[in-house]
């Protein structure tokens, strides 16, 4: 579990579980699939597939708040220039593989996953690749990247930058301040 949550060396974990890392190395790639088979009987595991999202989150009849936003993951710099050109985030400086996830707003856990893209991928054009299918009466918070994205849901909420640094109006109403997560 440490391994997952903050993905420190092996040599690290070594030390903490006195283990060589070697043995660290076979208890960890050993452990991952019953790690995994876990999750899945326990249905904790997000949804892959954009489809089945809508059926797996559905709500019953209730509008539920979801959050779309892209991740970047750091990755090791490529040797070869045309990976280095793909996986660069011009934003970051770095070097990443990117995903989309959809989070439940009042939960706080992920609905959906999506497949991992090249660091340079907009986060609009993955979720529109994905032709995610949402739970009827959704609710769906997005952030300023995801401009003109406006699937078949309840409703949208993007936040439009302010002329004061820092601060954000909501969309629709048009009050400054952070989202309700209540609704």
Same mark, same amino acid.
């Given at each position: 579990?440490?391994?997952? +949550?903050?993905?420190?060396?092996?040599?690290?974990?070594?030390? #903490?579980?006195?283990?060589?890392?070697? !043995? &660290?190395? @076979?208890?960890?790639?050993?452990?991952?699939?019953?790690?995994?088979?876990?999750?899945?009987?326990?249905?904790?595991?997000?949804?892959?597939?954009?489809?089945?999202?809508?059926?797996?989150?559905?709500?019953?009849?209730?509008?539920?708040?979801?959050?779309?936003?892209?991740?970047?993951?750091?990755?090791?710099?490529?040797?070869?220039?045309?990976?280095?050109?793909?996986?660069?985030?011009? +934003?970051?400086?770095?070097?990443?593989?990117?995903?989309?996830? #959809?989070?439940?707003?009042?939960?706080? !856990? &992920?609905? @959906?996953?999506?497949?991992?893209?090249?660091?340079?991928?907009?986060?609009?054009?993955?979720?529109?690749?994905?032709?995610?299918?949402?739970?009827?009466?959704?609710?769906?918070?997005?952030?300023?990247?995801?401009?003109?994205?406006?699937?078949?849901?309840?409703?949208?909420?993007?936040?439009?930058?302010?002329?004061?640094?820092?601060?954000?109006?909501?969309?629709?109403?048009?009050?400054?301040?952070?989202?309700?997560?209540?609704?």
């Amino acid at each position: 579990m440490v391994y997952q +949550k903050a993905y420190p060396l092996q040599a690290l974990l070594g030390e #903490v579980f006195e283990l060589s890392q070697s !043995r &660290v190395n @076979y208890w960890v790639h050993h452990l991952l699939p019953f790690l995994q088979q876990a999750l899945e009987a326990l249905e904790v595991l997000p949804e892959r597939s954009p489809s089945q999202f809508a059926h797996q989150a559905g709500g019953k009849g209730k509008a539920t708040a979801w959050i779309i936003d892209g991740t970047d993951r750091r990755r090791q710099r490529p040797q070869r220039p045309d990976k280095q050109a793909r996986h660069s985030s011009g +934003k970051h400086k770095t070097h990443c593989d990117k995903n989309v996830v #959809v989070v439940n707003a009042k939960t706080t !856990r &992920v609905g @959906y996953l999506s497949q991992t893209y090249a660091g340079k991928s907009h986060d609009k054009k993955i979720a529109d690749h994905a032709a995610l299918c949402y739970p009827p009466n959704t609710i769906l918070y997005k952030d300023t990247g995801f401009p003109g994205y406006e699937p078949a849901v309840g409703q949208t909420r993007q936040p439009k930058k302010s002329r004061a640094k820092g601060t954000y109006r909501r969309a629709r109403s048009g009050t400054t301040g952070r989202w309700p997560v209540s609704e």
